[in-house]
């Protein structure tokens, strides 16, 4: 009897494994699925895009090279997004003088559910939606908020999952775009 149940569960587990097995070969991997072959990195090009404001204005990210960039994915349901979306207002408004560019980028929402972060925390930097989260995809995102620094050049200098739990991490991290 001891036998036969241990069988059974070799034969359940090996049932189990090929069914991953053939799972995974099915799906997509997520490069595939953004159109780029491996997630954005370090030290590379950071990944091009055309997204609208929610005022209706095209941007581009390419044609901002000349100026520092940070990109940062965030959504209104996001607990970690509401605790540094005054951060990064703090940070704007103390660097865009210097040229900053901050784009917010709405991860699967709509208008009005921007609109409404936007308001409750002061942004003055562009937010834009991401419908079919085409842009989301290319950047290949593991969790919320995210946020990726591009260099005048449009190089991505660093990435950061996670939120930012002071103004002063998040300045010593745009400092290190602004002044390269």
């Known amino acids: 009897m001891r036998g036969h149940f241990s069988e059974t569960k070799a034969k359940i587990f090996a049932a189990f494994a090929i069914l991953a097995l053939v799972a995974s070969a099915c799906s997509p991997a997520v490069g595939d699925a953004a159109g780029a ?18 005022d209706g204005n095209a941007i581009t990210l390419s044609q901002l090279r000349g100026k520092p960039v940070v990109i940062n994915f965030f ?7 509401r605790l540094e979306a005054p951060h990064l207002q703090e940070a704007y408004a103390r660097k865009s003088k210097d040229g900053l560019v901050i784009i917010g980028i709405n991860m ?23 419908p079919g989260q085409k842009v989301t995809q290319k950047y290949q995102l593991i969790g919320l ?36």
Do not use: H, N
């Open 108 to 130: 699967g929402e709509g208008k009005p559910q921007a609109e409404q972060f936007v308001k409750d925390y002061g942004w003055s930097f562009d937010v834009v939606l991401d």
């Open 75 to 81: 959504a209104s349901w996001c607990a970690p997004c």
């Open 145 to 180: 908020p995210a946020t990726f620094f591009v260099g005048r050049d449009g190089v991505l200098k660093s990435i950061k999952v996670g939120a930012f739990i002071s103004v002063e991490e998040l300045m010593s991290a745009i400092d290190k775009v602004t002044k390269a």
């Open 37 to 54: 072959s491996e997630p954005p990195r370090v030290g590379a090009l950071a990944p091009d895009f055309t997204v609208s404001t929610l």
